[in-house]
T-cell receptor
Framework: NAGVTQTPKFQVLKTGQSMTLQCAQD?????MYWYRQDPGMGLRLIYY???????DKGEVPNGYNVSRLNKREFSLRLESAAPSQTSVYFC????????????FGQGTRLTVV | GENVEQHPSTLSVQEGDSAVIKCTYS??????FPWYKQELGKGPQLIID?????GEKKDQRIAVTLNKTAKHFSLHITETQPEDSAVYFC???????????FGKGTMLLVSP
């Protein structure tokens, strides 16, 4: 039982490049989330998926897209990376509704140069 | 939407002392208040949570108190140990259909 698994753990991109951050959970959870963490800013929600087949914008969605591929997988895509997207990205999941206990992955540290 | 303020941003204590971290929330409809601990290089991990129908909850050395009237809740850690050193986040949500709103975090340093 691995919990929430994120890949890759580290990534360096050049401005304008695209990439997809992968997330998978093996806990049969309904809700999944993508957060970004920046110094002094806490955890800010980018997108979330309350259930398979649905996605919604969070606090900071600009520059990102998401796909809930199935119940297990929720990916985050940066179409044209910008230095402002340099951050640590966390995927999380919840067994029930979106405002309940969340389980986090280990994070992806992304640097855009 | 909901707004969560967390204080202090950093807290240094000696091993064995108690530590208290406080959060205030803006929406009186909020009813779920979790606390997360984030160790260096890892993702946040839930350590304790409380719902609005309870005023206090304890789990060994940690406790959380909730004051709905004042709209604030606090994390209390007693007999602190060096392994308690981490960043702690509070959060609040209005219900299962409303996402968690996090505070900006408190870096706790416990010195031996």
């Amino acid at each position: 039982n691995a919990g929430v698994t994120q890949t890759p753990k580290f990534q360096v991109l050049k401005t304008g490049q695209s990439m997809t951050l992968q997330c998978a959970q093996d806990m049969n959870h309904n809700s999944m989330y993508w957060y970004r963490q920046d110094p002094g800013m806490g955890l800010r929600l980018i997108y979330y998926s309350a259930s398979e087949g649905t996605t919604d914008k969070g606090e900071v969605p600009n520059g990102y897209n998401v796909s809930r591929l199935n119940k297990r997988e929720f990916s985050l895509r940066l179409e044209s990376a910008a230095p402002s997207q340099t951050s640590v990205y966390f995927c999380a999941s919840s067994p029930q509704g979106v405002g309940t206990e969340a389980f986090f992955g280990q994070g992806t540290r992304l640097t855009v140069v | 939407g909901e707004n969560v303020e967390q204080h202090p941003s950093t807290l240094s204590v000696q091993e064995g002392d108690s530590a208290v971290i406080k959060c205030t929330y803006s929406d009186s409809a909020s009813n779920y208040f979790p606390w997360y601990k984030q160790e260096l290089g890892k993702g946040p991990q839930l350590i304790i949570d409380i719902r609005s129908n309870v005023g206090e909850k304890k789990d060994q050395r940690i406790a959380v108190t909730l004051n709905k009237t004042a709209k604030h809740f606090s994390l209390h850690i007693t007999e602190t140990q060096p392994e308690d050193s981490a960043v702690y986040f509070c959060a609040a949500s209005i219900g299962e259909s409303s996402t968690l709103t996090f505070g900006k975090g408190t870096m706790l340093l416990v010195s031996p």
